[in-house]
């Protein structure tokens, strides 16, 4: 396998990088009036702004001629033709398969493993999702005492937790109000004892979400979930305040769950990309099938557009390229995401998971050391909370940060009129970072306020703003779940493109493995801790909880 910097389009923008190096955002604007026009590109009614990135036409030539070269449109049709792309697992990767029934519009892709059609699988365990929802939304399914469920209880971490969590915060306007939706994902007792603190037993049904059903912290957390119900409501109520999610139907047996409660999915779904398999059961109890078949049906159109949209056109592909840009060429070792919608709170840490869970590799897919950069560091928050925070560093720290400013033109709070608020000041951030703001501006201001000369020129570099940092913009017309599908899909495939420049596995995580381990071993007193600080912390413990 070629090494991605021995391509010659790798060379050339190693060449082409070095020579923009004097070319600001400002002159590039000023050089072309439709700059706008021509670096944005839009699926439906989306649009993705890249023109706020230090890129020109043969910038995004160059790139365009890295992912032919890396092999993009082959690893796509790999991974849409259901082939093992999870090389370390082997197993395909076909959560675009979740969104495509036709039964909520679909987008006409046919998926197969090893020839066979996973589409019936699917349907089935999504229309047996979808009437066990209704059932609980209508309150036909009640607890064991006959009391209606009110208070859904998701126990899950990581992929079982991020993105529904995501989802049912970002679709607030969608939910009906009748139940009441908790996440409980850290082994921390404080945070099952948060949620059953304001629990109902009689009213509350629990969802244990968990692919493997081996996950420690999950295991805790519903172990004790259980045993708190057990102890209100008596043991034999578990059987109606339980259900779960997973592909392990021994682990839930052996837990004591019915199995007819258990709903389904499937190894080729990795758990960073599970919402929209059973994982998405608490979405579709907060919003009802209706609008889930909505969120699947954004992912299924962007799925579509991704693996027909021309290179140069193609959403994911030019966001992944990007990245590469900024990451391999320019040297930016992190990349923030500002959501605009306080109700997208959550997507930095869910993007957290996506981004560097799957691209945070060291290893080619073949098993090379890696000689170039992979995952920048994801972080962020919503704006405009950020602004107040940590925006300082992004206009005048050492270090330019691209950022994702995620923008929605219609409001659905009960306040509408602060939307142009929140719109103006996504805005306004950006072009501040492109454009800043020059010495000589900040100095002419301050004399013309009457400013001494010594202060002025003690406060110049203070107050200026460098400018040239890159941010892209993505504009939805209005959060809904369709627009929400979308959006994650795109990231998703954006990942997926970038891992495919660095001849990583995105589907795999083995770096999660070794801390399991050894606190597994450590659980259990094996050996005893090696090193002098675990061992002297872990000394440290035992004085302070009077255990010796
Ligand atoms: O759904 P589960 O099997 O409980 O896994 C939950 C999470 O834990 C693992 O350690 C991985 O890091 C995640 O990719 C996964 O989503």
Redesign the pocket.
């Known amino acids: 396998m070629t090494k991605p910097t021995e391509f010659s389009s790798w060379k050339s923008l190693i060449e082409h990088q070095a020579k923009l190096k004097g070319t600001t955002l400002a002159s590039l604007f000023a050089a072309d009036p439709a700059r706008f026009k021509n670096f944005s590109a839009t699926f439906g009614d989306v649009v993705l702004d890249y023109s706020k990135n230090g890129v020109s036409d043969v910038t995004m030539g160059l790139l365009f001629d890295l992912a032919r070269d890396a092999g993009l449109e082959e690893a796509r049709a790999k991974l849409f033709g259901g082939a093992r792309v999870n090389n370390t697992e082997n197993r395909p990767a076909l959560h675009m398969a979740l969104r495509a029934p036709a039964a909520h519009a679909g987008n006409g892709l046919a998926f197969a493993i090893d020839g066979k059609d996973v589409a019936p699988q699917v349907e089935r365990e999504l229309d047996l999702l979808c009437d066990f929802a209704d059932e609980v939304r209508m309150g036909a399914f009640k607890g064991a005492t006959g009391k209606r469920i009110r208070h859904i209880v998701n126990i899950?971490?990581?992929?079982?937790d991020l993105g529904p969590a995501l989802i049912v915060d970002g679709l607030r306007a969608d939910i009906g109000g009748k139940l009441q939706l908790d996440f409980v994902s850290n082994v921390d007792g404080a945070h099952l004892d948060l949620v059953l603190s304001r629990a109902v037993p009689e009213k509350t049904l629990f969802i244990v979400?968990?692919?493997?059903?081996?996950?420690a912290e999950?295991m805790a957390n519903a172990k004790a979930a259980r045993k708190w119900l057990a102890g209100k409501l008596g043991e034999a109520a578990v059987d109606r305040h339980f259900v779960a999610v997973s592909t392990n139907i021994e682990a839930v047996t052996a837990f004591g769950i019915n199995p007819d409660r258990m709903f389904r999915f499937w190894d080729w779904v990795g758990?960073?990309y599970s919402l929209w398999s059973a994982i998405g059961l608490s979405i579709i109890l907060a919003v009802g099938p209706h609008k889930f078949r909505d969120l699947l049906a954004g992912a299924a159109a962007v799925d579509r557009h991704f693996a027909e949209a021309p290179l140069t056109e193609n959403l994911p592909v030019i966001m992944g390229l990007l990245q590469v840009w900024h990451r391999n060429f320019c040297g930016f070792g992190s990349q923030a995401i500002l959501p605009y919608a306080q109700d997208l709170w959550r997507l930095p840490a869910y993007l957290q998971q996506l981004e560097m869970?799957s691209n945070g590799k060291r290893v080619t897919r073949e098993g090379q050391p890696v000689t170039w950069q992979t995952s920048p560091v994801i972080w962020g928050q919503a704006g405009t909370n950020g602004q107040h925070a940590f925006h300082q560093m992004l206009h005048q720290g050492s270090e330019p940060v691209p950022c994702d400013f995620i923008l929605t033109a219609r409001d659905r709070s009960a306040f509408p009129e602060q939307h142009q608020m929140l719109f103006a000041n996504g805005l306004a951030q950006s072009a501040a970072l492109a454009f800043g703001k020059s010495a000589e501006t900040v100095s002419a201001e301050m004399k013309a306020a009457g400013k001494a000369a010594d202060e002025v020129a003690f406060l110049t570099p203070h107050r200026t703003f460098p400018g040239n940092r890159p941010s892209t913009t993505l504009l939805l017309p209005v959060l809904d779940p369709y627009h929400l599908g979308a959006l994650i899909a795109l990231y998703e495939h954006k990942v997926f493109v970038a891992a495919t420049i660095w001849n990583i596995n995105p589907f795999d995580?083995w770096g999660?493995e070794l801390g399991?381990e050894m606190a597994n071993a450590l659980l259990a007193g094996k050996g005893g801790p090696a090193d002098s600080s675990t061992a002297g912390l872990m000394a440290l413990y035992d004085r302070y909880t009077h255990r010796k």
Do not use: D, L, P, Y
């Open positions: 899950g971490i990581g992929g079982s979400a968990s692919k493997t059903f081996t996950t999950t758990g960073r869970e995580q999660v399991k």
